[in-house]
């Protein structure tokens, strides 16, 4: 077969494309260019965005707020004054979405961001030094695999006299604890995948050439797994969004007074049946956030691999399946 | 040399050598496999790409057809093609008889009585080719299961010992029990022979069954097909890129480019008297290992034809030195060679093109250049580098939390060469040998190094700064095997030049005027420089490889494989760049290769390496037209030489197993349990051979030299490690392919 | 092989060991069931309260390395893993949830990697094919639920059922009905308690079982090995079931280990809306309840659930791939 692989049509074509025109294009406009291509990204790209803009200009497009308890309107249905309803307690829906919305991006990219960081500068380090720093750093991050993240969420959370609760809103404590145990997994990824690049031949040329360890660190390894960072953001975004759900739901992650979406969703489960809106509202919006990233994700592997022509659909189902792969590891 | 294979539309034609056989007894229904007008297309994102546009071929019974072809020539997908294996969006068209039964258009269930039975294929890649989680036997007892539903258990297994016996398997009924990981590449490439005349086939394919082993393993596994089919009578179909694997084995050649085959006909016709300048461009682009003389290589400029567009004129002439307009007026068919029967070439030229036509001189090959250092005396030319005694031996533990050490592997064995100015030296030796060890060792120079490196007169027991480092590494740069992998896909040309520049501190206006100046050297397009490495074919990407190692003026070069990874006459353009650049700017190299002919093209000096030592070290020539150690001979004698009948009628030794793993390494002699030699010695002198290692030592002058031993000039620059020399060679590991074979009926 | 997996316990042995104590110290610092104590009426001296938390083993007043000290103690030499606040033996309680625990997880997990590993096979067999597509993208909206609120959906679903069947089918909740003889009646009982939350977790669990098979059987499909093997004279269909399936288990076996604890996680979620006294509602509750040792002793249990899921992971992988057995 590898007559069939010699004779790469995409790249004598392309290479036709290059003779015509001298211009040769960046990589990440390319990257940009291919991302746009792919209508699903975009839409979930522009879903995003407007949900994000939306938690924090909403607020103004309401009279009420989070706090404030509208004595004539009691668990009333969305109307003209309340556009989503209001709770049990008489609080507007919409003010709670809003302010819910904000919560959970927040706690989504603070999260998905500082633990890709973390990850990235973890696993390089364990890449870089090898030997027995590799296998103590492994060691630990092993450990705090096997530490069930849930029950620590539910310790550092719990209520009680434990002072870190006073001091601290209840939703900064649980990007804490979410931060701890979300990065691991991407940090053993950046390990593997950075020891194999170490052992590529042009980082060994580089290191011939007598360029300095930092430099080929910066200049070969990092723009290397630049892609896998990139993606691993948006997946540990979605990551965070969704336990920050989860635990709420169970009452142990966000604590009222604090909104978010999984408190709301949480709250409201009592009252399926009687105030259907407190359960679908926030549930719709928390599909919107996690389904607008999952799009977003797509597109983007499409976007940063290499072999890709950016065109055909087949080669987009390709680019699902291995973001499918990486949930199950 | 004839035979009853046809290739190329059957037309009758009388002439002398066909009237050696009985005129009409071929019709084509005689024969085993008929191919007529094969056409092959797959649907691929940029459109439809024509793999194969029309192949014809006749097989005989017993007979061996070779197809030979660069990478995109279609060759392997006529193969699949005929074994109904293709993917089911491939398009494919024409008539594939066996036996006269028609296959294609047959579904994949219907196939299936076919293949592994009266049609079975060998693949390329050993190594992937076997499903790794059954045992050797239970995937050679399927195949006989398929075909022979009512065969016993045991008679199977009976069955399958006697396969892997036939394939020179040892102790095969222990051996049915081990999985394929626990087989080297050689002997998976075996077990695969094995399951492929499991039920004594009529056809057999092989598609590139050697390319991915040794020298000394083709040669035993070429000899496995040779016997299979002895013993099976099968007619044999031998896909490859290398003409001197087909030269011994084939009755008849088919030349393919573009999907097409361009010339047919019989092996002495296809060699001796090629007619289509693409051959004429393949056989010359071949370095010969059993050449001395000095030529330079046919470098065949250009790329393959895309065949995403149907050509509408010769799809060599944009290549060829010797198109002219008519050339472009239609894409000339197969038409036989006027005078010379069952030779058919695709050239509209192919008349004027005969034995005596200089393929130099058409493909205006460069003048051999000349080094100004060529003329100095090897002695009185500067060292640029040398190894003493150096070491590497790697610690072999076992266990994970206690690690206890159960020995050593020595990769590298006390190794001690020089090279000096304008000088090519090369190290040779299996994979396994302790080649790729040596260079990196030399590149990672530093002081902890068991052994001293000397490189520009620095050596590697002082160079504790970083400031010494940075010098060494202006002395010495490297090129890599695989140029995809040694350019970071994510830097552009100009980039991956910059990078040593600016490592050596050169201003921006410098670096931008050297870049322009190395594009020009290794023959690439200035204005390519803001390309990235996808962009250009892997003959250019070797070059910016070359041209990233040229940046910083070494004086000595780290080849490591640098051709391996290149078309046949791809790699010879990038062979004659390195000749080149070696005269003009008077550079040393350092080659690490496995392929001897590219070696000796190329080379002044060899050392020959066999588990970590150096067995035999020279002057190229000499080491090569006069070894002295019995592994030097059987190196040599393994490789095929594109030549029939050279190839018919040479010795040829063929090693027993594979290379010992360096950790039973004996005590003495490392050679001793696969020498020819040693096997047939008496005991008394066997027992030097396990007990004392050979040192390497000068070639022993003749006596009456001995006398004048004052004189140095007359000691030969080659020196050997082995007690026996001159002993006789174990009669069981030779092997003489004569032509009786060939015409056994 | 034995002497292998010897290792890799006693590997496993020292992280347990570590998280464990971690965990322990962790909690022995944040939770104070003192403080929940003075909460009830009549309220109790500070004395009072100090004095019954001493008889319990709870001393607030010492300092947490001395807890932790005499914690492990009693571990080491007694196996006791101490008393919760309300008095409650750990061991006890323990060992009654474990039961529970297991019971709802084990058919659970069994499930899941059945379903997901053949919708992965069919699946990758009808590729681009529109059953592909449904079964891919339910799995990709799996993806996308967080795991409380499926369970709460289907919890929703079942309601649903029962009350347009007019009549209890199913149980939403709890694991059995009290008082219901042995027996056929009590067969029943248990699968219309069980039907719920193991279905929720199943539908939940096999969305990524499904994607990776589908993968690597694709992976495989056209591996050269399946060449060979069609080469022989197999049919594309037999080649691709007879060899690149068998070689396709390989990364799933692999994947197990992490299956397992990720099941057992779910499991906290699970227990706690479809209300199963188990040992992850346990475990938030004694959380809630300041409960220091009942929270350790879960989190411990929790390390050795991981550190099965390992070891098993390792002993599959050996079953499907010779390669590493040898070594």
Redesign the interface.
């Known amino acids: 077969m590898t007559n069939l692989n010699a004779v790469d049509p995409a790249a004598v074509a392309q290479d036709a494309h290059l003779d015509n025109s001298d211009v040769v294009i960046g990589k990440s406009t390319i990257i940009f260019r291919r991302f746009l291509r792919n209508k699903t990204a975009v839409a979930g790209l522009v879903i995003f965005l407007g949900l994000t803009v939306f938690s924090f200009v909403g607020g103004y497009f309401t009279p009420w707020d989070k706090d404030t308890i509208d004595p004539f309107n009691i668990g009333m249905p969305p109307s003209a004054e309340h556009y989503l309803g209001t709770s049990q307690a008489g609080i507007d829906l919409y003010a709670m979405t809003v302010e819910g919305t904000r919560i959970s991006i927040l706690i989504g990219l603070v999260v998905g961001l500082v633990s890709v960081l973390i990850a990235a500068i973890y696993g390089c380090t364990m890449a870089y030094f090898g030997g027995k720093v590799d296998k103590v750093m492994l060691f630990f991050l092993e450990a705090l695999i096997m530490m069930p993240a849930l029950l620590v969420v539910a310790v550092a959370t719990s209520g009680g006299g434990a002072g870190l609760k006073r001091d601290l809103p209840s939703w900064l404590l649980l990007i804490i604890v979410l931060l701890v145990f979300s990065w691991m997994g991407t940090a053993r990824l950046i390990r593997s995948m950075s020891m194999s690049l170490m052992q590529r031949d042009f980082v060994k040329a580089a290191q011939y050439m007598g360029v300095p360890p930092r430099r080929i660190v910066w200049r070969h390894l990092v723009p290397n797994i630049g892609s896998l960072l990139v993606l691993d953001i948006t997946r540990g975004v979605t990551g965070a969004i969704l336990a920050e759900v989860a635990f709420s739901f169970i009452g142990i992650g966000i604590k009222v007074p604090d909104v978010s979406l999984g408190v709301l969703i949480g709250g409201a489960t009592s009252q399926v049946q009687t105030f259907p809106w407190m359960f679908w509202v926030p549930l719709t919006v928390m599909f919107l956030l996690t389904g607008s990233l999952a799009m977003m994700n797509d597109g983007l592997r499409d976007a940063f691999d290499p072999s890709s022509s950016s065109s055909g659909r087949a080669r987009r189902k390709i680019a699902r399946l291995t973001s499918g792969q990486k949930k199950a590891s | 040399m004839s035979s009853e294979t046809t290739t190329g539309p059957a037309e009758p034609t009388g002439s002398p050598v066909e009237r050696l056989h009985v005129a009409g007894l071929h019709s084509p229904t005689d024969a085993v496999l008929s191919v007529r007008d094969l056409h092959v297309r797959?649907n691929?994102?940029?459109?439809v790409?024509h793999?194969v546009r029309g192949v014809d071929f006749d097989l005989m019974p017993g007979k061996t057809l070779g197809i030979v072809g660069e990478?995109?020539?279609?060759?392997?997908?006529t193969s699949?093609a005929i074994?109904g294996?293709l993917?089911g969006t491939a398009d494919i068209s024409g008539s594939v008889r066996l036996r006269g039964r028609e296959l294609l258009g047959l579904s994949?269930?219907a196939m299936?009585?076919?293949?592994?039975?009266e049609l079975?294929?060998v693949?390329?890649?050993p190594l992937?080719?076997?499903?790794?989680?059954?045992?050797v036997g239970t995937q050679i007892s399927?195949?006989l299961t398929?075909?022979n539903p009512t065969m016993s258990r045991h008679a199977k297994e009976v069955r399958a010992a006697e396969l892997l016996a036939m394939v020179g398997i040892p102790s095969p009924n222990d051996r049915l029990k081990a999985?394929p990981?626990?087989f080297s590449g050689g002997m998976r490439q075996r077990v695969?022979i094995a399951?492929?005349i499991?039920n004594n086939p009529r056809v057999l394919i092989a598609d590139e069954p050697t390319t991915a082993l040794d020298v000394t393993i083709q040669a035993q596994v070429l000899e496995v097909l040779h016997t299979a089919q002895e013993e099976t009578g099968a007619a044999v179909v031998m896909i490859t890129h290398d003409l001197g694997v087909v030269a011994g084995m084939a009755d008849d050649i088919m030349v393919m480019y573009g999907g097409k085959p361009v010339e047919t006909g019989p092996v002495d016709e296809i060699y001796y008297n090629p007619r289509m300048p693409y051959t004429m461009g393949l056989l010359g682009a071949v370095p010969r290992v059993d050449a001395a003389e000095k030529s330079s290589l046919v470098p065949i400029e250009g790329m393959?034809p895309?065949?995403?567009h149907e050509p509408t004129a010769c799809s060599f002439a944009p290549r060829c030195p010797l198109a002219s307009e008519a050339c472009l007026a239609g894409e000339p068919a197969l038409a036989p060679v006027p005078g010379v029967p069952r030779h058919h070439a695709a050239c509209i030229k192919s008349e004027a093109l005969g034995g005596d036509v200089d393929v130099l001189d058409i493909f205006a090959a460069p003048p051999v250049p000349a080094s100004r250092f060529d003329a100095i005396p090897r002695d009185e030319r500067a060292t640029v580098l040398q190894l003493k005694d150096i070491r590497k031996h790697f610690p072999l533990t076992k266990g994970?939390?206690l690690k206890r050490r159960i020995g050593t592997v020595k990769a590298v064995d006390g190794l001690s060469f020089d090279i000096r100015e304008g000088e090519c030296f090369s190290i040779v030796g299996e994979s396994g040998s302790g080649k790729t060890t040596t260079l990196l060792e030399i590149?990672e120079f530093h002081k902890d190094q068991d052994g001293e490196v000397v490189i520009g007169g620095i050596s590697n027991k002082q160079a504790a700064d970083s400031r010494a480092?940075?010098a060494m590494?202006r002395e010495l740069?490297?090129v890599?095997?695989?140029p995809t992998?040694?350019?970071?896909?994510?830097f552009?040309v100009y980039e991956v030049l910059a990078?040593?520049l600016q490592?050596a501190g050169m201003d921006r206006q410098a670096i931008r005027k050297r870049i322009m100046e190395l594009m020009k050297l290794v023959g690439l397009q200035p204005?390519h420089v803001?390309?990235?490495p996808?962009?250009f074919s892997g003959g250019q990407r070797q070059r910016i490889?070359i041209a990233?190692a040229l940046a910083?003026n070494p004086k000595l070069v780290v080849l490591d494989e640098p051709v391996s990874a290149l078309d046949v006459s791809v790699q010879a353009g990038v062979i004659n760049l390195l000749d080149k650049l070696r005269a003009e700017l008077g550079l040393s190299y350092l080659l690490v290769a496995h392929d001897l002919s590219v070696v000796r093209h190329i080379s002044n000096r060899v050392a020959v390496m066999y588990l970590g030592k150096i067995v035999e070290i020279g002057e190229v020539d000499r080491v090569f037209d006069q070894p002295r150690h019995p592994y030097t001979r059987a190196l040599l004698s393994a490789i095929p030489v594109p030549d029939p009948q050279v190839e018919r009628t040479r010795e040829r030794i063929i090693l027993k197993g594979d290379l010992p793993s360096p950790l039973d390494a004996p005590k003495g002699c490392n050679f001793a349990t696969r020498c020819p030699v040693y096997a047939a010695l008496p005991p008394a002198k066997q027992e030097k051979c396990r007990t004392l290692e050979p040192p390497l030592e000068a070639v022993a002058p003749s006596a009456a030299a001995r006398a004048l031993e004052a004189g140095p000039v007359s000691v030969p620059d080659q020196r050997f490690a082995c007690f026996f020399p001159d002993g006789e060679l174990e009669e069981d590991m030779l092997v003489v392919q004569d032509q009786a074979d060939h015409h056994a009926p | 092989m034995l002497r292998y997996l010897a290792r890799r316990g006693l590997t496993y042995l020292v992280m347990i060991f570590l998280t464990t104590s971690a965990g322990y110290l962790l909690a022995v610092s944040t939770l104070k069931p003192a403080l929940l104590e003075q909460e009830r009426i009549p309220r109790p001296t500070p004395e009072q309260v100090a004095t019954s938390m001493r008889l319990k083993g709870l001393d607030p007043d010492l300092s947490p390395w001395e807890r932790y000290v005499e914690w492990l103690t009693a571990i080491v030499t007694r196996w006791d893993w101490g008393r919760s606040p309300n008095g409650a033996y750990i061991n006890a309680e323990f060992g009654d949830r474990v039961w529970i625990s297991t019971r709802l997880f084990l058919a659970s997990i069994i499930l899941t990697l059945v379903i997901g590993v053949a919708l992965g096979v069919y699946s990758a067999a009808r590729q681009y094919k529109f059953q592909d597509r449904v079964i891919t993208s339910y799995s990709y909206l799996a993806y996308i639920v967080p795991a409380p609120i499926a369970y709460f959906l289907v919890q929703l679903g079942a309601i649903n059922i029962n009350e347009s069947v007019g009549e209890r089918i199913f149980f939403v909740t709890g694991i059995s009905t009290p008082g219901i003889g042995p027996g056929w009646a009590q067969f029943v009982d248990m699968l219309a308690h069980y039907a719920v939350p193991t279905v929720a977790i199943t539908l939940v669990g096999w969305g990524s079982y499904q994607i990776a098979q589908r993968q690597y059987l694709l992976d495989n499909v056209n591996a050269d090995f399946v060449r060979t093997a069609r080469a022989k004279g197999l049919t594309r269909n037999q080649a691709i079931t007879r060899h690149a399936l068998r070689v396709s288990f390989i990364p799933v076996a692999q994947s197990i280990a992490f299956t397992i604890p990720a099941i057992f996680a779910g499991g906290f979620f699970a227990e706690k809306i479809f209300a199963w006294p188990g040992v992850g509602s346990w475990s938030i509750d004694a959380i809630s309840l300041q409960d220091v040792n009942a929270a350790t002793a879960t989190l411990a249990y929790g390390s050795v659930i991981f550190a099965i899921g390992a070891i098993l992971a390792d002993f599959a992988t050996t079953l499907v791939d010779p390669r590493v057995r040898v070594q």
């Not at chain 2, 691929?44 to 459109?47: K, P, T, W």
């Not at chain 2, 990478?71 to 997908?77: A, F």
């Not at chain 2, 992937?128 to 045992?135: G, I, N, R």
């Open positions: 797959f691929s994102e940029n459109g790409v793999a990478s995109g020539s279609g060759k392997s997908v699949l074994m294996l993917p994949d269930k299936c009585e076919y293949r592994g039975n079975s294929m693949f390329q890649d992937s080719s076997l499903t790794p989680v059954y045992t399927e195949a398929i075909h999985f990981h626990e695969m399951i492929a499991a393959p895309n065949l995403l994970s939390l590149m480092r940075n590494r740069q490297m890599f095997q695989d992998g040694a350019l970071d896909p994510r552009t990078e040593p490592n204005d803001n390309r990235f996808n962009q490889g990233r910083v």
